[in-house]
């Protein structure tokens, strides 16, 4: 469904088809919002990126387009995530410094690997993720996420102007619409995914 079709049901729904109160600006804004939510929550736009590792260092920049992270594996061996804390203790109570990494942490976007790799890699380190949808920017584009996701998209631009119309009646009924109804079709993936795997 086009951003423009969007817009059409939304104006048409919310009783405001010449556009006096709601501009495409508006619901280009809330398209691109309603991606968001409905990406990570619903473990759309799955992607993964491989990383070089260089021997003695431990620090590695992520993906500048991560919005949910899922996994880092180090020679396809699924590393622990720890807590900044935690990752501090086991630095104290270790003195190696280089080897095999075995677990991570994660501060302002980069990810640290302890121990050291021993060795460079072209390919060792690998950061499974759900990436950023790419924003639709034009009343011509089409929202990237999953058509069967699109309806959910007009609720959730409906329920934004009813809270813009001071509505909140109605905008809690249509954000509780877009949750459940983004919920359904995330059962409904993994009900398919279940019969085909």
């Given at each position: 469904m086009l951003v423009s079709e969007i817009a059409t049901r939304v104006k048409r729904q919310f009783g405001d088809e010449a556009g006096?109160?709601?501009e495409d600006a508006d619901i280009i804004r809330w398209v691109n919002d309603a991606m968001l939510d409905i990406a990570r929550?619903?473990?759309l736009l799955q992607i993964s990126?491989?990383?070089a590792t260089t021997a003695g260092t431990a620090g590695y920049t992520l993906p500048t387009d991560i919005l949910s992270l899922r996994a880092i594996k180090y020679k396809n061996?699924?590393?622990n995530g720890l807590s900044m804390e935690d990752f501090d203790q086991m630095l104290i109570d270790s003195t190696t410094t280089t080897g095999t990494p075995q677990a991570y942490y994660i501060y302002?976007?980069?990810v640290t690997l302890y121990?050291?790799?021993s060795a460079s890699g072209s390919t060792d380190l690998k950061i499974y993720y759900n990436?950023?949808?790419t924003q639709v920017t034009l009343v011509s584009d089409t929202p990237e996420i999953p058509i069967q996701y699109h309806t959910r998209i007009v609720e959730y631009c409906i329920a934004q102007a009813a809270e813009l119309d001071d509505n909140l009646a109605q905008y809690q009924i249509k954000m509780g619409q877009f949750q459940a109804r983004s919920e359904e079709h995330t059962s409904e993936l993994k009900s398919l995914t279940n019969i085909v795997c």
């Open positions: 006096a109160q709601i929550n619903n473990n990126a491989t990383t061996v699924k590393l302002a976007r980069k121990p050291a790799p990436r950023v949808p």
